[in-house]
């Protein structure tokens, strides 16, 4: 009789544990998810994007930022990524399937490219693809930046690594007829509305491509020498160099910053001079405006 009070009282016990489970299992059930997976935000991937050189075509500046970006890639597959690319669709292919695969959102993206200062107004190319405020009017162009649009957030930046890209002034036509606005702030900021939230930089004159580029160093600062660029037409250029500007999308906001870097991961910063602060090259740059002439642009 002992032994058989003892079994129904382990019995009965076993029943209260079965059912106190079944009560707080119910009562996770109606909790939101918890796992790492979502508690935890999205990893950041940086992307340095240039375009495929032209078979036949002698690009030293595309070539060296092709191999550079490649190599630093190998080596911080986890944080950064160099896509080349032909087209904007190619593109936004290629990116969207790395950010897929590691379940990440974009950190920094550069889109490395030549401006067009003969064009008169602010631009860059991805490919083929040109992209500018008159270009992005265009549903067929805005679709490769708009496919990247859910892997945006305000810890996104974007850099149009080209000369001229953010440039604000009017400038003398290559035939000093007449002027024409560059318009790179309404490039910048319809990027930021295809980006929603992001920040986006646009330089005022030249970007350069020098060693150091993923050392938070200066490396895009200065000014090209060929003779060409000592063409009156270039006076603003001269006059901005360096300088930089940033479109805040969640503010809505555009104003001046430093020149803007890239760390070994490909992380934007902002320098904490200005290039053009120094007086050896502030000399340099007045030295130049004063022997501005016309005739040649060629």
């Known amino acids: 009789m002992k032994h058989l009070n003892y079994l129904l009282a382990f019995v009965l016990i076993l029943v209260t544990n079965c059912k106190i489970d079944a009560q707080q299992n119910s009562l996770l059930a109606d909790l939101p998810e918890t796992n790492e997976k979502t508690m935890s935000p999205k990893k950041q991937l940086n992307f340095f994007v240039v375009t495929k050189r032209k078979k036949g075509k002698i690009d030293p500046a595309t070539r060296f930022n092709v191999l550079r970006t490649k190599l630093k890639g190998l080596f911080k597959k986890q944080k950064f990524m160099a896509v080349v690319a032909r087209s904007g669709e190619k593109m936004s292919g290629r990116v969207l399937h790395h950010l897929q695969k590691h379940n990440a959102r974009i950190g920094t993206i550069w889109f ?20 500018s405020y008159k270009t992005l009017k265009d549903p067929l162009t805005r679709s490769p930046l708009e496919q990247l649009a859910p892997f945006a957030d305000n810890n996104t930046k974007v850099v149009i690594g080209s000369c001229y890209g953010g440039a604000t002034y009017h400038r003398a036509s290559i035939d000093y007829k007449d002027t024409t606005r560059m318009n790179g ?107 501005l002439e016309t005739g040649l642009y060629k």
Not at 112 to 131: N, P, V
Not at 268 to 278: I, P, Q
């Open 112 to 131: 490395d490219s030549h401006g067009m200062y003969k064009k008169g107004y602010s631009l860059f190319f991805i490919g083929h693809d040109e992209y």
């Open 185 to 291: 702030d309404s490039l910048m900021m319809a990027i930021g509305k295809l980006l929603p939230g992001s920040k986006v930089y646009g330089c005022e004159s030249w970007v350069m491509t020098k060693p150091g580029l993923f050392l938070k160093r200066q490396a895009v600062a200065g000014a090209p020498a060929r003779k060409l660029f000592r063409d009156i037409c270039y006076q603003p250029a001269w006059e901005n160099i360096s300088k930089w500007n940033e479109y805040d999308d969640a503010n809505k906001s555009f104003h001046i910053v430093n020149p803007v870097a890239l760390d070994k991961f490909g992380n934007v910063l902002l320098t904490k001079r200005s290039y053009n602060e120094k007086k050896a090259v502030r000399k340099d740059i007045y030295k130049n405006l004063g022997k």
